[in-house]
Nanobody, 127 residues
Framework: QVQLVESGGGLVQAGGSLRLSCAASGRTDLMYAMGWFRQAPGKEREFVAAISDSGRRTYYADSVEGRFTISRDSTLNTMYLQMNSLKPEDTAVYYC????????????????????WGQGTQVTVSS
């Protein structure tokens, strides 16, 4: 029902910043909770941040709390992840995900809850 495309990844030095974008197309008239996940080489996919359909509620993994900010612009059908004070351990492929919802204030932190995924964008942080 919805297609997701990430952009904004790249190579950055430790302490630097990047902003990832996730553009949604298709049935964007429906409500979706959304989130960001990441997967480093040899590691399992992990939760990064989540946001409700309304955009008013957000939740972060402890490892990124205070450094990353998730947001969304419903008029542009786009979600963002502002990443500041990046560390080498943030290096991973970052994926955006969407979950159809009927509750505008719910967010979700488990990958299995999400039905729609983007193709991923690589973020590499050099030390």
């Amino acid at each position: 029902q919805v297609q997701l495309v990430e952009s904004g990844g790249g190579l950055v030095q430790a302490g630097g910043s990047l902003r990832l974008s996730c553009a949604a197309s298709g049935r964007t008239d429906l409500m979706y909770a959304m989130g960001w996940f990441r997967q480093a080489p040899g590691k399992e996919r992990e939760f990064v941040a989540a946001i409700s359909d309304s955009g008013r509620r957000t939740y972060y993994a402890d490892s990124v709390e205070g450094r990353f900010t998730i947001s969304r612009d419903s008029t542009l059908n786009t979600m963002y992840l502002q990443m500041n004070s990046l560390k080498p351990e943030d290096t991973a492929v970052y994926y955006c995900a969407a979950k159809r919802t009927y509750y505008s204030e719910n967010y979700h932190t488990e990958g299995y809850e999400y039905a729609y995924w983007g193709q991923g964008t690589q973020v590499t942080v050099s030390s």
